[in-house]
Structure formats: structure tokens, C-alpha cells
């Protein structure tokens, strides 16, 4: 059980593009979602959490108008680069947790890998 | 403010070693929670284990162990008889109860299981 799909694995584009990437609870209502970046050989950063039907949550220092973050339904939150350049590519990871309380594990997608040229 | 540290970067073992990965955490919270996570290569993070601050009875599941100690602040992680398979980072984590809690993560131990 607790399985989150993250898609896609991978994307590679152009300087400009806006990528939009999504997260699933598969098997379980997601109260609350998390969007995480990870850079090669280091930890986790919080971006934002995002609880259904109201507004993200952001971390200082993340950027809300260049990462948008929709979670309108208990199993889908989507996270959109606008206007992605190099220095956006990175490996995205989405976490989904069941219910509001901190008790509760995440439980992690696959990760996106993005690289922008 | 809430810190986990994870002072081994990386650790290589040979296959069937025993290996024990360190974490220490800081929190001024009387109610936390731990886990544990593993990042295999492919990139998923996989839930292995939690742990509330009232509990500090050991925990073992098949070759994985955990040492919870309060009074030392720490909740070590110990892989009994490694296999390659076992080759990750391996993430100790950190929440406080509460709606508005979010995970602080330590920054990860590389472990190597080699033949």
C-alpha cells in the first residue's frame, strides 16, 4: 500500500519551456503533498507543501510564480516550472502524506529528473 | 529549531558485514517523530521505519535494527549482514507533531555494499 506515481521519470528540454510535472497517491487520499529538490549527492529541500483545495505553501527562498503548485483533488498534486532554464534542472520529488498529521510517514514518488538546455 | 545530523557521508562494507548508520538529531519538541528512508540508485525514496519520542524500545525487521536513545538524542540504524542490494543513501529524518510540521532530513549516509 501507500504507493505515490510520479510523472514524468524524466524530461529534457529547451530553455523557456514550462514543464509540468504530476504526483499520485495511487492507493490512499493525500490531505497533504510535498515537492522536494533534490541536487546530485545532497539532501532533500523542502519547496512547498500543498494541502487539497487550498493555496501551496512555500519555503523562503522558492519562487511561487516560477514553481506553481496546484493540488486540487485528494490524489493528484502538480508542480509547473514556467519558463524553465538551466539552472532549474534538478531531480523534483513529490511525497504524499494520508491525513494532516505530522505522525504520518511520506511516502515519495519516483522522482523527475529534469535538465534543461 | 529542529537539526539532524547524519556524520557519515559514505561507508563501503564488504558483503555480510555488519554496518551501522548514525544519526543524531536536535529538537526542543517533547513529541517527535524519527524515520529512516532509503534512496536506492533509481531515485525513490522508500519509507523503511517511524519512531515517536514515547517509544524507545528497539525495533528489528528481519536484518534491519534501530537503537533509539533519547538521552543521547540519537536513533542509529544498523543493516545485520549486508547485501549489495542494501547499496543506498540512507535518510534519517525529523517532525514534531502538528498540522504545520514538515520532515527536516539529515543529509544522508552513502552506504557501499561491495562483493
Known amino acids: 500500500g501507500a504507493v505515490v506515481s510520479q510523472h514524468p521519470s524524466r524530461v529534457i528540454c529547451k530553455s523557456g519551456t514550462s514543464v509540468k510535472i504530476e504526483c499520485r497517491s495511487l492507493?490512499?487520499?493525500?490531505?497533504?503533498m510535498f515537492w522536494y529538490r533534490q541536487f546530485p549527492k545532497k539532501s532533500l529541500m523542502l519547496m512547498a507543501t500543498s494541502n487539497e483545495g487550498s493555496k501551496a505553501t512555500y519555503e523562503q527562498g522558492v519562487e511561487k510564480d516560477k514553481f506553481l503548485i496546484n493540488h486540487a483533488s485528494l490524489t493528484l498534486s502538480t508542480l509547473t516550472v514556467t519558463s524553465a532554464h538551466p539552472e532549474d534542472s534538478s531531480f523534483y520529488i513529490c511525497?504524499?502524506?494520508?491525513?494532516?498529521?505530522?505522525?504520518?510517514?511520506?511516502?515519495f514518488g519516483d522522482g523527475t529528473r529534469l535538465s534543461i538546455l | 529549531a529542529q537539526k539532524v545530523t547524519q556524520a557519515q557521508t559514505e561507508i563501503s562494507v564488504v558483503e555480510k558485514e555488519d554496518v551501522t548508520l548514525d544519526c543524531v538529531y536536535e529538537t526542543r519538541d517533547t513529541t517527535y517523530y524519527l524515520f529512516w528512508y532509503k534512496q536506492p540508485p533509481s531515485g525513490e525514496l522508500v519509507f523503511l521505519i517511524r519512531?515517536?519520542?514515547?517509544?524507545?524500545q528497539n525495533e528489528i525487521s528481519g536484518r534491519y535494527s534501530w537503537n533509539f536513545q533519547k538521552s543521547t538524542s540519537s536513533f542509529n540504524f544498523t543493516i545485520t549482514a549486508s547485501q549489495v542490494v542494501d547499496s543506498a543513501v540512507y535518510f534519517c529524518a525529523l517532525t514534531f507533531t502538528g498540522t504545520a510540521s514538515k520532515l527536516t532530513f539529515g543529509t544522508g549516509t552513502r552506504l557501499q555494499v561491495t562483493l
Open positions: 492507493d490512499f487520499q493525500a490531505t497533504t
Open positions: 519512531r515517536n519520542s514515547f517509544d524507545e
Open positions: 511525497s504524499a502524506r494520508m491525513g494532516v498529521n505530522s505522525n504520518q510517514p511520506q511516502h
